[in-house]
């Protein structure tokens, strides 16, 4: 199979496949005070400790979670009660101190949550769902025609009334069309006002390097399986004195903000998988950059109106992310003939009931409707290879051809 579908999963690691092989094996749940669980503990906490290496944080400051979905959820809704209890005068959060114990209540309570429209949706819909059942308010950011968000308009939405901002929430990098965000400015412009900030890290993670401390950010989320570890194993990272209020209650295993049993294995090759791609993710960046834009070049030679959607392929846009509109083509019916050619990629867009959903990522950078139901999405790992880009190079030209049929 040629497999270019890396953003939704890549293969693990045999290096983390080994450890969690291995410690599938062992017993002992970490919580428990025998021998057994001080060892599985000790599993836990050093994987703790090679995560937060590799990110640029604390270890104190890593929440384990089931992955980028949880950490969202825990994120968004959490930051967002926090910060409504805190200007109550209750608990805080904000590595800027906004809203921690002691704050001064605002009158009006914060309510307003800024994203941009081009969250994945674990995000977008936890958003969403906070105006539906609680009284958030939530606020769109708008993107350029390449799916970035500048800082002016987030200056903008902030306005002239930033205690009325419960929190905001920018994805470092965007999962369908590999759109980095300028998340340091974005971070420090959040702070200014002391506002939370969150940053969905999961694509970013494996091909830029992510410093959490350095971002300035207040929480971060991160996904095991989008560079090697296995699904199931994230992390939220949460800068010091940030205190969300759980999603999740019960044991209070992760320092009372995300309860459940920590599953040893799975973090433990989460861990392994961060620290081998931390070692070797520059030179690995290098070489699907350059992969990436051969596969840029030979499908736009062999499909010349083809649109490259996103930032232009060299800057600003990760390394392993091709993302095309195909005019007179529906993204699906394109899907399954290349697939038939055992060629896998994705739309990146939803489908509701079968029915498929143009990308809300091209609709809100500007794209019609047709544009954005005829685009598929091309990503590379760890292991693709040059015979990957030339098979797909090869095949591209008849597959787009007999979907312009097959839609007319
Ligand atoms: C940007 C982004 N955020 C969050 C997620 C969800 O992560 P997980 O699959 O670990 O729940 C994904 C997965 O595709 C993603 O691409």
Redesign the pocket.
Known sequence: MIYLDH??TTPMLPEALAAMTEELGQLGNPSSLHNAGRRARRVVEESREQIAEVFGARPSEVIFTS???EA?NLAVKGLYWARRAAAAGRSGAGRSGAGRSGARPSAAAPRRVLATAVE?H?VLDSVHWLAGHEDAEEHWLPVDETGVLHPAALAEAIGDDPDGVALVTV?WAN?EVGAIQPIIALAALAREHGIPFHT?A??AAGQLPIGFAASGADAM?I?G?KFGGPVGA?ALLLARGVQPVPVLHGGGQESEVRSGTLDAPAIRAFAVAAAVMAGRRDEEAARLGKLRDDLIAQVLAAVPDAILNGPPAGSGRLPGNAHFSFPGCEGDALLMLLDAKCIACSTGSACTAGVAQPSHVLLAMGADEARSRGSLRFSLGHTSTQDDVDALGAAIGEAVQRARRAAR
Request: glycine fraction near 18%.
């Open positions: 953003a939704a992955g980028g979905t969202d994945h674990a994805m999962n969905d999961v694509q989320t996904t399986h994230g």
